[in-house]
């Protein structure tokens, strides 16, 4: 009995071995640049380089109209090369719309974490608010999943007019605890994402959605996540969506619309 119980000590021990070492490789799911890219006259090819010296590769989506653009910076999920969203971009004819994939992701370099990803929400943020034909006062940050981590970061270190996210959540290290509570996440997790912390600093306009059968990002952690938020909110769950069909849903697409017509106005948790 006593080698039985050494056993399962030794078994516990290389699992939470394995889960602190390959801890990144069970978060990120980097992916290729995509062989099917739908450009257009009003698409620019964008490098940037982030303060760690990565290349950040990516594509400003113009609007087409004269004059300084409002801006939405996009930040997707953790298995997502964000070149799919450029005809998603045409949707929103006032808005011009930056995709750059984060560090590992398509061609842009580096390795995927939370501090390349911070790193480059930054560098992308520094880029923008120094072209000329970008209306720094309608910047606009978009965030899914762990995407929703990378645009609370910013929105607490720049000055951004509001945010819309999509399946957010209060830190990776909740998600993780409620999935895995037989790990001791809390110490050994590098990755926290921890957007509860910034968020009681954050005073604008947020408009949060998920998936009300979302099982990767349990809908719970993005209703607890918008009890910290400082600013307005107006929290939707869809019914019958869950983590990877929720662009799929034409309600999605209208909230987002209707938050963009004016951003400064928000009503209903």
Request: charged share 20%.
């Amino acid at each position: 009995m006593t080698s039985f119980f050494i056993f399962l000590a030794v078994l516990y021990g290389f699992l939470i071995l394995f889960f602190y070492f390959f801890q990144s490789v069970l978060l990120f799911f980097p992916q290729p640049l995509s062989s099917r890219i739908e450009m257009n006259g009003k698409t620019e090819e964008i490098k940037i380089k982030s303060s760690d010296g990565n290349v950040l590769h990516g594509w400003l989506c113009h609007t087409g109209r004269n004059g300084p653009q409002k801006l939405i910076i996009y930040f997707g999920g953790n298995a997502e090369e964000v070149s799919h969203m450029i005809p998603v971009a045409s949707m929103f004819e006032d808005w011009a719309m930056l995709l750059i994939n984060y560090p590992g992701y398509g061609r842009s370099e580096g390795k995927p974490g939370q501090e390349s990803f911070y790193n480059a929400a930054l560098a992308i943020y520094d880029y923008a608010a120094k072209r000329d034909d970008i209306d720094t006062s309608n910047i606009i940050l978009m965030g899914r999943s762990i995407g929703s981590g990378s645009a609370v970061y910013l929105a607490h270190e720049r000055q951004v007019k509001s945010l819309i996210l999509i399946s957010p959540f209060e830190s990776i290290r909740a998600v993780a605890k409620s999935k895995l509570p037989f790990i001791p996440v809390s110490l050994i997790l590098r990755h926290h994402f921890s957007s509860k912390e910034f968020a009681v600093n954050i005073d604008i306009p947020l408009l949060a959605i998920y998936g009300a059968a979302d099982n990767i990002i349990p809908p719970v952690h993005s209703r607890r996540f918008a009890e910290y938020w400082r600013g307005e909110k107006k929290l939707i769950g869809l019914p019958s969506f869950g983590h990877n069909d929720i662009f799929l849903s034409n309600q999605l697409w209208r909230e987002i619309e209707e938050f963009l017509k004016n951003p400064d106005e928000l009503s209903g948790v």
